[in-house]
């Protein structure tokens, strides 16, 4: 299956972080060529969410097997207790990255159109 956005400027507004997109109200350099605003801190913060978006689905297909595997009896006891303090950990760390870079939970999610959101 694959998914398109109707309009680049639609996907780029839902990929760039705030103060990205290039200011096209007014021609800001020579030759009428829009510039971006690279505020270093929308940059990191932009860089992190992305990021971050991304180990949070690579957590979910995790503990999605981990399920599986479980649901199918191919983990022993002692298994299913390390994986699952793995999966906590994980999450845990993940939440205080979230909180460093100031997003919300919301923020990790991605709207991926007619396959519906992430999470």
Known sequence: ???????MTEFARVMNPEGMLPDTSQNNHAGGRARLNLDPESVKNGL???VLTLVK???ELLERQALRRIDGGSLNEEEIE????TL????????RLREVFGLKEEDLNLDLGP???LF
Do not use: F, K, P
């Open 88 to 95: 906590m950990r994980q999450a845990e760390e993940i939440q």
């Open 115 to 117: 396959l519906g959101s």
């Open 57 to 59: 689905l690579l957590h």
């Open 82 to 85: 390390r994986l699952g303090l």
């Open 1 to 7: 299956m694959r998914v398109e956005s109707e309009s």
């Open 48 to 50: 992190g969410q992305l």
